[in-house]
T-cell receptor
Framework: DAEITQSPRHKITETGRQVTLACHQTWNHNNMFWYRQDLGHGLRLIHYSYGVQDTNKGEVSDGYSVSRSNTEDLPLTLESAASSQTSVYFC?????????????FGPGTRLTVL | DQQVKQNSPSLSVQEGRISILNCDYTNSMFDYFLWYKKYPAEGPTFLISISSIKDKNEDGRFTVFLNKSAKHLSLHIVPSQPGDSAVYFCAASRSFTSGTYKYIFGTGTRLKVLA
């Protein structure tokens, strides 16, 4: 079965460290997204990509970067982790047709920045 | 500017009854609306979506209604089951002339189905 996986599931790091969160999907979707979930804010878009070599900033992109070298993977990098980036991070991929729109999420990575 | 709003943070319903979750939006350019269910420590699970050109879509116990004039959508769950207890997110997606699109999420409604 196709799926979307994230690693690690939990991560504790220190302020100022560089951290990379992995996302891998086997749906063969061109479209991939990174969100963070915080209490009272729902899911907020960090970065997204519509295909290999394509990346775009979302509403909360400061301090984050992504790269897309193949269809399956969209790693999210925190250049210099800050306590404000403590959150749960979700990766997603999506498929859209003329009549349907479906987005699939990974299980999430809980990141704590001390 | 919250373009997608879920004004009820929580809802309790008796097992077997109907659960109605509501969502309001402000941008008339949205072309799809989606509902997700989320359990603790898991990623959101897609439930059902509706195109902006429709006013109703059904899938088993789940029905989504779209009222474009009111910029309002609702998710009906009939009958409600204890396993439906979760946080429900509504989301809207918008296409751009480039052919790309992205999603905006509400803040979620926690549904508790009482046995």
């Amino acid at each position: 079965d196709a799926e979307i996986t994230q690693s690690p599931r939990h991560k504790i790091t220190e302020t100022g460290r560089q951290v990379t969160l992995a996302c891998h999907q086997t749906w063969n979707h061109n479209n991939m997204f990174w969100y963070r979930q915080d209490l009272g804010h729902g899911l907020r878009l960090i970065h997204y990509s519509y295909g290999v070599q394509d990346t775009n900033k979302g509403e909360v992109s400061d301090g984050y970067s992504v790269s897309r070298s193949n269809t399956e993977d969209l790693p999210l990098t925190l250049e210099s982790a800050a306590s404000s980036q403590t959150s749960v991070y979700f990766c997603a991929s999506s498929d859209r047709t003329e009549s349907t729109d479906t987005q699939y999420f990974g299980p999430g990575t809980r990141l704590t920045v001390l | 500017d919250q373009q997608v709003k879920q004004n009820s943070p929580s809802l309790s319903v008796q097992e077997g009854r109907i659960s109605i979750l509501n969502c309001d939006y402000t941008n008339s350019m949205f072309d799809y609306f989606l509902w997700y269910k989320k359990y603790p420590a898991e990623g959101p699970t897609f439930l059902i979506s509706i195109s902006s050109i429709k006013d109703k879509n059904e899938d088993g116990r789940f029905t989504v209604f779209l009222n474009k004039s009111a910029k309002h959508l609702s998710l009906h769950i009939v009958p409600s089951q204890p396993g439906d207890s979760a946080v429900y997110f509504c989301a809207a997606s918008r296409s751009f002339t480039s052919g790309t699109y992205k999603y905006i999420f509400g803040t979620g409604t926690r549904l508790k189905v009482l046995a």
